[in-house]
């Protein structure tokens, strides 16, 4: 059977009253768990709602009809979530992106009208500030077209089909984007193949599974923010070393919204891969940058390092390596200051920020050349080398991620001192 050209198996369509039941119940304890405990907030509480509401009915939709209605139902609940107008400025907004696209013209000039576009939404998220459609409309735009632009344009210049208004739908207004800002960089031609490639039972139970871890890392970061000290304060060896690791936990929160978000879309049938895999337990600089963010690393590799690394090649492996990984976490470094820019408004500029990427970059162009040099199975058991390997690591990023938590480089400084963090 096929839909929308993509071929999907027979048992995709199946749909069972029992385990829609069992499905339903599992969403709606959660969302009650949620309301009970408030966690996030009265709209993360109204995009569950909204979420489970689309399941119940995309699950007994044909098989032909499901992904129309993901994409209508998530432009429909912009408007519900968002409100009329800032829905309209965000679907005025794709719209001239994908029509931009679409242009006869030369790829060069396509590519060059939409940088001019983006470049005219910045002086407007400079100049004009805060639009007369809502007060958070900018972060949104850029939540939404920032990275996913420049991946969408990517595929579609090296795809041989002609890009279909649905898809660009699809892949750019994903409802639980309307709530989650900062919001994984979903992959264009992962997101095309994702979709009815298993059984929607299956799906909706793996999205129900990370959206329970989820919630569960959302609770920790409540309470590690309940317990979190005054940096001021830190004058003692485990106090700063303590200080350092909830530092370092409170990125559950990150980990969290993606694994929810991820999850929301499992529930329509669309199997993307998990955003996050156990990257406590990281035993390599390297090891830890392929379990973390999972998406943002398949964004970097996608759009720079591969294509770098496979130019440079002939030059040796190694050394094309190097180079790549180098330019990859310059990339890295400058795209999340400009994350920074269209969330808040300023990019991140700072020292530490700097100091971090470039420490970090460093450390992962070794432990590069280290697993190339020494190839290994990747081993997951308990032994005294991994172990060791998981401690030195957590250790590392531990202190790396309160130097770029810090707000200035001498206030670290001074906590690491046992002066304390204040100014």
Not at 54 to 78: D, E, K, N, Q, T
Not at 118 to 140: D, N
Not at 290 to 316: E, H, M, S, T, V
Not at 358 to 373: N, T
Request: net charge positive; aromatic share 16%; with cysteine.
């Amino acid at each position: 059977m096929a839909t929308d050209s993509v071929t999907v198996p027979e048992r995709a369509c199946t749909a069972r009253p029992l385990r829609f039941l069992l499905l339903l119940a599992q969403l709606v304890g959660l969302a009650f768990v949620i309301r009970l405990w408030n966690i996030e907030s009265r709209l993360f509480a109204d995009l569950v709602s909204l979420t489970i509401l689309g399941f119940a009915v995309h699950y007994w939709l044909p098989l032909a009809w499901r992904y129309r209605f993901f994409v209508g139902y998530s432009i429909a609940c912009a408007f519900v979530i968002l409100g009329v107008k800032a829905s309209i400025g965000l679907l005025a907004i794709g719209l001239l992106i994908y029509g931009l696209v679409r242009l006869p013209v030369s790829w060069w000039a396509r590519i060059t009208l939409v940088v001019l576009l983006g470049i005219a939404l910045m002086v407007a998220r400079t100049l004009v500030g805060e639009p007369w459609v809502t007060s958070g409309f900018w972060p949104l735009v850029g939540s939404i077209f920032m990275f996913r632009t420049i991946v969408y344009i990517y595929d579609v210049r090296h795809s041989s089909r002609t890009p279909r208004l649905i898809d660009f739908l699809g892949y750019f207004y994903l409802l639980p984007n309307y709530y989650f800002l900062l919001f994984p960089v979903v992959d264009h031609q992962t997101f095309l193949v994702a979709r009815d490639r298993k059984p929607l039972d299956d799906c909706a139970q793996t999205g129900i599974r990370w959206i329970v871890r989820g919630i569960v890392q959302l609770i920790l970061y409540r309470v590690i923010v309940l317990y979190m000290p005054d940096p001021a304060n830190m004058t003692t060896i485990p106090g700063v070393a303590g200080f350092m690791v909830m530092t370092y936990l409170l990125y559950l929160r990150v980990s969290g919204q993606f694994h929810i978000a991820i999850g929301m879309i499992h529930l329509f049938g669309i199997d993307l891969p998990e955003t996050h895999r156990k990257y406590l337990l990281a035993s390599s600089i390297a090891d830890f940058w392929r379990r973390i963010n999972i998406y943002w690393k398949d964004f970097i590799l996608k759009i720079f390092y591969l294509p770098i690394f496979f130019r440079l090649r002939k030059g040796g492996e190694v050394r094309a390596a190097v180079i790549a990984t180098s330019i990859a976490f310059l990339a890295t470094w400058a795209l999340h200051a400009y994350q920074t820019y269209w969330l808040l408004g300023v990019p991140l500029l700072t020292l530490p920020d700097t100091l971090f990427w470039a420490i970090l970059g460093f450390l992962m162009v070794l432990s590069s050349v280290h697993e190339m040099k020494n190839p290994a199975p990747a081993v997951e058991g308990v032994t005294p080398k991994r172990v060791f390997g998981v401690l030195v690591t957590f250790v590392t990023i531990t202190i790396l991620w309160s130097l770029w938590n810090a707000p200035s480089l001498d206030i670290w400084f001074r906590m690491v001192s046992l002066r304390g963090g204040g100014a």
